[in-house]
């Protein structure tokens, strides 16, 4: 009977106690979703007092922008939506008025004691503000434990054009382990505004064929031609990454130069590679190249048939004319002809 006593009064108390924790639950539900709702609406009226004060007729002094200290942690939400939508004069209008009212500052101070979420957004906010100090709590920021706050920084700091040491910034992003980002091959762009010997000196120089992709796409896409020499350097590497990434920046450049690398792509035993190689002969016009690319029509992997295609119907004359033909035969080559010709005359 004691048993039986002892297990009713278990079972009561785990079903008191499930009891209490729903309530706390709906509680912290509750309590959560009335600050959501209070942040949101001093988000709102933040973002008001902003657009007021930009709409406001241009003039020499500063209008007056009153936000309360309690408020700067919501300014880079409000500033991340801002920017979407200003641009121009406006732009600038709103940076004067961002640091009259202390985001700057404040910015600063999140960047080095923030979360993880107020780093990474307190970085793109002084990415805004071009200034010594700005800058300086960038460059520091590279060496957060946090790698989304490292790219952050990074990224800040080259779509302003400050300086920065590729070497080191290769370091801080601890590039080389994965396949490059689109985030990382942005960063890398913008610095080829600036840094193309720099980027050319990491080419020759750099150990891992990772950080060569990064150095390879940047140079392509700031379409200096010294940059084609070095890439064809590296479009017989023994990395099938670096290989592909190779001829996809010569397909960029459009060089006629690249036509050796190209040849030999066409035959190179990675897919990848193949691929990249019948693209660049049909974006460049290596009509030359129609047979071997023709052939590539048959081959294995499915991605190498579809670049074949395009790279023949690109090529046109014989080319697109020999692609006509095969569209017509009872094969996967045939099949992967019609599939091209079909997406040419739908667009």
Request: charged share 25%.
């Amino acid at each position: 009977m004691a048993f039986l006593k002892a297990i009713w009064l278990i079972s009561l108390c785990m079903a008191a106690a499930s009891i209490v924790l729903m309530m706390v639950l709906i509680l912290w539900r509750l309590v959560r979703d009335a600050a959501a709702r209070r942040t949101g609406k001093r988000r709102s009226e933040v973002t008001q007092v902003l657009l007021e004060a930009l709409e406001q007729p241009t003039s020499d002094t500063m209008p007056e922008v009153r936000i309360a200290t309690r408020d700067l942690p919501i300014l880079d939400d409000v500033i991340g939506e801002l920017l979407d939508v200003v641009t121009g004069q406006m732009r600038g209008r709103l940076v004067d008025i961002l640091r009259s009212i202390g985001a700057e500052t404040h910015a600063i101070q999140s960047l080095r004691h923030g979360s993880v979420t107020e780093r990474r957004r307190a970085a793109r906010t002084l990415g805004l503000f071009r200034s010594p100090a700005g800058a300086d709590a960038l460059r520091r920021a590279l060496d957060d434990p946090h790698v989304d706050v490292r790219i952050a920084a990074a990224e800040a700091i080259s779509s302003t054009g400050v300086a920065i040491a590729l070497p080191d910034l290769v370091v801080s992003l601890r590039i080389g382990v994965e396949p490059p980002s689109r985030r990382l091959r942005k960063i890398f762009r913008w610095l080829a505004a600036t840094q193309v010997d720099a980027l050319l000196a990491l080419l020759r120089t750099a150990a891992l064929p990772r950080v060569k992709m990064l150095a390879v796409d940047a140079l392509a896409h700031s379409i200096d031609y010294r940059a084609v020499e070095a890439i064809l350097a590296v479009s017989g590497d023994a990395s099938d990454e670096l290989r592909a990434e190779a001829l996809r920046g010569l397909s960029v450049l459009g060089h006629p130069a690249a036509l050796p690398a190209v040849q030999r792509g066409l035959t190179d035993p990675a897919w990848p590679v193949r691929a990249q190689a019948a693209r660049c002969a049909g974006r460049i016009g290596f009509a030359q190249t129609g047979n071997e690319v023709a052939h590539l029509l048959h081959d294995d992997a499915w991605w190498v048939r579809y670049r074949a295609a395009e790279a023949l119907l690109a090529l046109g004359g014989p080319s697109a004319a020999l692609l006509h033909q095969i569209a017509g035969e009872a094969s996967r080559a045939g099949r992967i002809a019609q599939l091209v010709l079909a997406e040419k005359a739908a667009a």
